[in-house]
């Protein structure tokens, strides 16, 4: 018995690995997220699903439950596919699944997916780095979990481009929180449900961004690349 911790990548079919296709293939049992795009279950349709995400008005498992099914279902099926969007270990919780996986004995291999931090961005030809202007990036979530006493977010960032996931409900918050340490004409670009058919591309300022209307999933892109962007696609 072997659990695989998979990243389905951003949304767009195309962009999940040859290597998550085949396992998926071949699973018994699907654990999976909020995936953006769950036609990416069809690629399992020999295995049993278990939904484990969040939607809006209806409960979610919590961690500690989701690592309880992974240690039960492990005893009933030989190859358990646990399917996270993106990568499972940027946000995704994929390193607390597999420390719990190691305390249970439970053998497990990890397949990466591309990342909606860098994904996205890149699928729509916006470079996260650029030698004239942009020699570092930094990710971040704009929504660090509330019960945790020591904050690590602290906004004073110093790579040149930032991208913030998990931002749309803390936009506002973020920008401000951001506009102590950058300037405030910082250009910003917001790319909502990205590579899916009804992607929307959204510009602005660290000063402005927070005023228009966004839907999730989304990213934010901030920095000087925004500029070079908009120089590429004029
Ligand atoms: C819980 S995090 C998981 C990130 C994921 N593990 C990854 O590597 O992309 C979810 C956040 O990813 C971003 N995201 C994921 N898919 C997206 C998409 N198709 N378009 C825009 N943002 C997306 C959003 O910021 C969303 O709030």
């Not at 995936?35 to 919590?62: M, P």
């Not at 309880?68 to 699944?97: A, C, M, T, W």
């Not at 990036?137 to 977010?153: L, M």
């Amino acid at each position: 018995m072997v659990v695989y911790l998979v990243g389905a990548g951003p949304g767009d079919l195309e962009l999940i690995t040859l290597k998550a296709v085949n396992i998926l293939k071949k699973a018994d049992l699907v654990i999976y997220d909020n995936l953006v795009n769950e036609d990416i279950l069809n690629f399992a349709d020999n295995a049993e699903r278990i939904y484990v995400g969040k939607k809006a008005g209806t409960h979610y498992k919590s961690q500690n439950e989701i690592n309880n099914i992974l240690i039960e279902q492990s005893k009933n099926y030989e190859i358990i596919v646990r399917l996270k969007g993106g990568d499972p270990f940027v946000f995704g919780r994929g390193g607390e699944e597999i420390l719990i996986l190691i305390e249970n004995n439970i053998a497990f291999e990890v397949i990466p997916g591309i990342s909606s931090a860098i994904g996205i961005p890149t699928s729509i030809g916006l470079p996260v780095s650029h030698r004239t202007v942009a020699t570092s990036f930094t990710v971040i979530t704009g929504h660090e979990d509330p019960k945790k006493s020591n904050k690590q977010v602290k906004w004073d960032y110093t790579a040149d481009t930032l991208i913030i996931l998990m931002s749309v409900g803390k936009i506002k918050e973020n920008t401000e929180a951001l506009m102590k340490y950058r300037s405030n004409d910082t250009p910003v670009c917001v790319i909502e449900n990205g590579t899916l058919p009804n992607e929307r591309i959204i510009f602005g300022t660290l000063k402005d961004i927070g005023d228009k209307k966004i839907n999730t999933p989304a990213i934010l892109v901030i920095g000087e690349v925004v500029d070079i962007y908009k120089k590429i696609y004029k």
